[in-house]
């Protein structure tokens, strides 16, 4: 079955700096790809999506990048402000089933 | 709309007591899931509903029962609770649409079992 990494588990960044996470996936035809944020004591939300036909797709400050041949897509935040601090999961799904394989999550901290 | 529900929001059981948690959601989403949140972790599906009257093993399934008997609940119950099920208990809901696959959580139940 699919299997997601997520790294790094913890990534520290000046504010202001810039944020990458990655993922990797086993399953070559996973097609969609989310990123959830997770706020200390609150319930995830998504935040940024992508299907395996695009290879990119930002929404202000924040980008996700797919790369098909080497199963592996990134969430990239620029500007990265106070309230970004958070953990992030990244995803993977199937068209054939709904349920979407986690990965363990990347606690952003950002440094005043 | 109130989204998804869940209740109780917090709960303290002991060892071989039992439990059911309640999910509710008013976006008539066909798709319905119980995950669980352990410290520093990932989330863990627990059951899935693909459906009224369906229910799925997900990939931690022991020790919890599910039941969709009603589109737009999704209860999961803990028979006989050991500690090793303290844990934050997430449910979340999704269209059954191609292409959106969109989760919508709940607010949480922070379980403990002493």
């Known amino acids: 079955g699919e299997n997601v990494e997520q790294h790094p588990s913890t990534l520290s960044v000046q504010e202001g700096d810039s944020a990458v996470i990655k993922c990797t996936y086993s399953?070559?035809?996973?097609?969609?790809f989310p990123w959830y944020k997770q706020e200390l004591g609150k319930r995830p939300q998504l935040i940024i999506d992508i299907r395996s036909n695009v290879g990119e797709k930002k929404d202000q400050r924040i980008a996700v990048t797919l790369n098909k041949t080497a199963k592996h897509f990134s969430l990239h935040i620029t500007e990265t402000q106070p309230e970004d601090s958070a953990v992030y999961f990244c995803?993977?799904?199937?068209?054939?089933?709904?349920?979407?394989?986690w990965g363990a999550g990347t606690k952003l901290i950002i440094k005043p | 709309n109130a989204g998804v529900t869940q209740t109780p929001k917090f709960r303290v059981l002991k060892t071989g007591q039992s439990m059911t948690l309640l999910c509710a959601q008013d976006m008539n989403h066909e798709y319905m899931y119980w995950y669980r949140q352990d410290p520093g972790m990932g989330l863990r599906l627990i059951h899935y509903?693909?459906?009224?009257?369906?229910?799925a093993k997900g990939e931690v399934p022991d020790g919890y029962n599910v039941s969709r008997l009603k589109k737009q609940n999704f209860l999961l119950g803990l028979e006989s609770a050991a500690p090793s099920q303290t844990s934050v208990y997430f449910c979340?809901?999704?269209?059954?649409?191609?292409?959106?696959?969109?989760?919508?959580f709940g607010p949480g139940t922070r379980l403990t079992v002493t």
């Open positions: 399953d070559s035809a996973s097609n969609y």
């Open positions: 509903s693909v459906g009224e009257g369906t229910t």
């Open positions: 995803a993977a799904a199937l068209d054939s089933n709904y349920q979407l394989i």
């Open positions: 979340a809901s999704s269209y059954s649409v191609a292409g959106s696959y969109e989760q919508y």
